[in-house]
């Protein structure tokens, strides 16, 4: 079992940053892939980066790619989210998860555990 709890969340103006924080329980969790996902009003969940369990491998959606950077310390058992750049189209509620396989790092129906998730939102 994985609980994780996300924070750093706010209000930022355009060209800002936030950097969001997903902290851990459990024993297990340097065995995990890492993912942000986001979701903003009347919108799908979307995939925004994952992390695999070394650190090793690191994978964006196109439209962050160049402004957003996710992170892992095993020994903290948290998960990091760098956002610069921040446009108002991230405006989004952003959820951290942890999948136990690793292979669709993308599809959000692989992932076990789930957070609360953080708001961010972004004034133009």
């Known amino acids: 079992q994985v609980q994780l709890v996300e924070s750093g969340g706010g209000l930022v103006q355009a060209g800002g940053s936030l950097r969001l924080s997903c902290a851990a329980s459990?024993?297990?969790?340097?065995?995990?892939?890492m993912g942000w996902f986001r979701q903003a009003p009347g919108k799908e969940r979307e995939f925004v980066a994952a992390i695999s369990w070394s650190g090793g491998s690191t994978y964006y959606t196109d439209s962050v790619k160049g402004r957003f950077t996710i992170s892992r310390d095993n020994a903290k058992k948290t998960v990091y989210l760098q956002m610069n750049s921040l446009k108002p189209e991230d405006t989004a509620v952003y959820y951290c998860a942890a999948d136990r396989w690793g292979s669709a790092y993308w599809d959000r129906l692989e992932y076990d555990y789930w957070g609360q998730g953080t708001q961010v939102t972004v004034s133009s």
């Open positions: 459990g024993r297990t969790f340097s065995s995990y892939t």
